[in-house]
């Protein structure tokens, strides 16, 4: 199960929306707030590309996001400009060689030997090449 507070998020920005509408009643706030809910947010491409190409972020000269992080103290708010949390992408990576038999491994090539090897060493590797402040990652999953 995958359990990252996605019902958090909603109830966190619609106490938001209402707290602001509330302030804008007293109050003018003197700008326009959009509410945004990204669908398919953990899906390839996810649901901001959509969102992007029909225009909801047009005129919008600061966005936001919301995401849960339990490392954050109670009644605290973190905030930093850039990346905070991970994105997800798609690599294809196509292995072929020779087959054989089992009475000559050595004259085969073992892909299944050499795609456990990419699944270990890419991200041994990438650690090594990068700096561990720069937020680069491979995590392999589905």
């Not at 929306?17 to 700008?31: I, M, Q, S, V, Y």
């Not at 490392?71 to 292995?95: N, Q, W």
Request: overall charge positive.
């Amino acid at each position: 199960m995958h359990a990252c507070g996605h019902d958090i998020h909603q109830t966190v920005m619609l106490g938001v929306a209402l707290a602001l509408h509330e302030l804008n009643e007293k109050t003018p706030l003197g700008r326009s707030v959009r509410i945004l809910f990204q669908p398919a947010e953990e899906q390839l491409p996810g649901g901001a590309v959509q969102m992007i190409e029909q225009g909801l972020l047009r005129n919008i000269p600061r966005a936001f996001a919301l995401h849960c992080d339990p490392k954050v103290e109670l009644g605290k708010i973190g905030t930093r400009i850039g990346a905070i949390t991970s994105a997800s992408d798609t690599i294809k990576i196509h292995l072929s060689g020779h087959g054989g038999h089992t009475s000559r491994p050595h004259l085969t090539e073992d892909l299944i030997y050499a795609m456990s090897q990419i699944a270990v060493q890419v991200p041994s590797v990438l650690t090594r090449r990068t700096d561990v402040r720069s937020g680069v990652l491979v995590a392999w999953g589905r």
